[in-house]
């Protein structure tokens, strides 16, 4: 049997995605700074294109202070079947050399090319194949960085961009990881690398050499573990794949702030709604129900409930969003974005799925007519799956459409 290649693990990244397809799709935009994502001054940056990123505007800044930093700023709607129909493209061209193809967004996936290295060459050159591909069937350019693991294959693929390609050997990662900061690696988000910055720990070799129960204390056991096993180039997660959605989520920006219970109320309705045909319509559920509140000072706070079986019911989801709603007693304060999201999630359990009691500390009301609400969706998903999404909506709902 052939030896296995040391590096055979790449990750293939699109450069600014959707504002890519943007300007693809409409030539006057090229060259141009783009951002993808509301055209009201409420709503935040999804994409920008480079000449954008130059300006400082980057993805999540709220819309009105990337105006400012860029006046000349193109603000274009988000066309989300687009950007699903090129990414089924590019999933295409990624199993034409390896069904070992892990999907993480619309844009970006990891592949295993060990068993492809006798047919295409060694994984650079796959890498190389690909990023022509890319350009020639789809008209935009992608970054891929090519390493011995997923850690190390991502992290080369974001200094790879744009339309990059960058390879470590497996004897040479350690070393180069050595002097990189903190935050590279997977898992140290801003708040752990202000943790560890605070305690000393400023670059990947200083985790290296920490002492295990120093590290622990600082960020806990679970982190600090996998911190220091990445510091050393260790990272034996497999390409998945098959890998399940890790969450379902839905949000929404109001164009001014609400302090409104019952608006609060009717918009997680439609988040609820939406996020319960996306699960029923992967044939998925969930156990773990979460809510997302960010106020008008940006201050954001989530909230989640476990359940012992898992849902995909929207009348499920909608009373434990409220019912997490409810318990954070706001009292008129102003909210700028609710979110919904479920996690936890898995197949549907055959058996008939969790009713709700009183007498349990669980923050939602109680329901006895599960039944009737499956066939209401059921419906309502066969509706949309004739007539298309938005024909068919809540009573309550009726007041927010145009």
Known sequence: MAERHPEPILHVDMDAFYAAVEQLDDPALAGRPVAVG??????????????????????????VRARRRCPDLVV????????????????????????????????????????????????????????????????LTCSVGVGPTKSVAKLLSDR???????????????????????????????????????????????????EPTTLTQ????????????????????????HEPARSVSSETTFDEDVDDPVLLERR????ASDVGARLRREGIAGRTVGI??????????????????????????HEIAVGLLDALRLERVRVRLLGVRVTNLMEPDAVE???L??????????????????????????????????IVSFAALLDDED
Do not use: N
Not at 82 to 96: E, F, H, K, M, P
Not at 186 to 205: K, Q, S
């Open 160 to 210: 790879a961009k744009p339309d990059g390609l960058l390879h470590w050997r497996r004897d040479e990662v350690v070393a180069r990881l050595r002097p990189l900061p903190v935050g590279v690696l997977w898992g140290a988000g801003p708040r752990t690398v202000e943790r560890l910055e605070r305690y000393g720990f400023r670059t990947v070799g200083d985790l290296a050499d920490a």
């Open 268 to 271: 997680l309705l439609a988040l």
């Open 218 to 241: 600082v960020v806990g056991v679970a982190l600090a573990q996998q911190l220091q096993e990445l510091a050393r180039g260790i990272d034996p997660r497999p390409v998945l794949p």
């Open 38 to 63: 509301s055209t009201s001054g409420r709503g935040v940056v999804a994409a920008a294109s480079y000449e954008a990123r130059a300006f400082g505007v980057v993805s999540a800044m709220p819309m």
């Open 353 to 355: 799925q969790l009713t």
């Open 76 to 139: 274009v709607p988000p066309r989300f079947e687009r950007y699903q129909d090129v990414s089924r493209q590019l999933r295409g061209i990624l199993t034409a050399v390896t069904p070992l193809v892990e999907p993480l967004a619309l844009d970006e996936a990891f592949l295993d090319v060990a068993g492809a290295v006798h047919l295409f060459g060694d994984p650079p050159a796959i890498g190389g194949r690909i990023r022509s591909e890319v350009r020639e069937r789809l008209g």
């Open 357 to 390: 009691l009183h007498g349990t500390a669980e923050p939602v009301r109680p329901r006895r007519d599960g039944r009737r609400w499956e066939g209401v969706d059921r419906a309502s998903d066969a509706i949309a799956r004739r007539w298309g999404e938005g």
């Open 292 to 317: 997302k509140v960010r106020f008008a000072d940006f201050r954001t706070i989530t909230r989640a409930h476990t359940l012992t079986r898992p849902t995909d019911r929207t009348h499920d989801l």
